[in-house]
């Protein structure tokens, strides 16, 4: 079926720097979507895209945070500076539509900021 | 407020025994409904969705989850679990918000394990 794709896996880095996690989502979606998952806790809502812009975001999605696909590239989340509790497992998905649609998730970025 | 609630954190049963995972959800209308599985370190797998119609769904593996208006549940269900099943299974409900936008509420998920 159609995949999600997600790069790095797995990102180690020093509290205060700055970090991109990038998705490549499925090649016909239009909707993109970040969620956050603390180990063992359930998938947070961070942020939807669409056609450039910011659609919706939750309280989750810290000033610190921003998203962009800059010309049909990766859909990218980027965090600057990162603080402990960003620490957790990012997961990028798209859809097609809005509601009804299933999202398809990538595998996820595990992000530990030291 | 818009929630999904799993009440069972963690389910334990026996390979070839059925199985039923609790979700409830809180919502004005009808939401859209979703059951996704995640096999440890991956990422999410749907296994079957309702929109609307008839009130059970089947999905992928045997699975298949129906929905009560009435009481506001989607219970996920399995006549007969096989080891491979044991993951986690998280309940999910698209619906519309004070904004006007549609987000995936997810529950906190349910942790099943099958003893062989």
């Known amino acids: 079926g159609p995949k999600v794709l997600q790069i790095p896996s797995h990102q180690i880095i020093d509290m205060g720097q700055m970090v991109t996690l990038n998705c490549d989502p499925v090649?016909?979606?239009?909707?993109f979507y970040w969620y956050k998952q603390i180990l063992g806790q359930q998938m947070e809502f961070l942020v939807n895209f669409y056609n450039g812009k910011v659609m919706e975001k939750s309280k989750l999605f810290k000033d610190q945070f921003s998203v962009e696909r800059p010309d049909g590239s990766y859909f990218t989340l980027k965090i600057q500076p990162t603080a402990l509790e960003d620490s957790a497992v990012y997961f990028c998905a798209s859809s097609q539509g809005l509601g009804y649609a299933e999202q398809f998730f990538g595998p996820g970025t595990r992000l530990t900021v030291l | 407020a818009q929630s999904v609630t799993q009440p069972d954190a963690r389910v334990t049963v026996s390979e070839g025994a059925s199985l039923q995972l609790r979700c409830k959800y809180s919502y004005s209308g009808t939401p859209y409904l979703f059951w996704y599985v995640q096999y440890q370190r991956q990422g999410l797998q749907l296994l079957l969705k309702y929109y609307s119609g008839d009130p059970v769904v089947q999905g992928v593996n045997g699975f298949e989850a129906e929905f009560s208006k009435s009481d506001s549940s989607f219970h996920l269900r399995k006549a007969s679990v096989h080891w491979s099943d044991s993951a986690v299974y998280f309940c999910a409900a698209s619906m519309m918000g004070s904004s006007g936008s549609w987000q995936l509420i997810f529950g906190s998920g349910t942790q099943l394990t099958v003893m062989p």
């Open positions: 090649s016909n979606h239009l909707y």
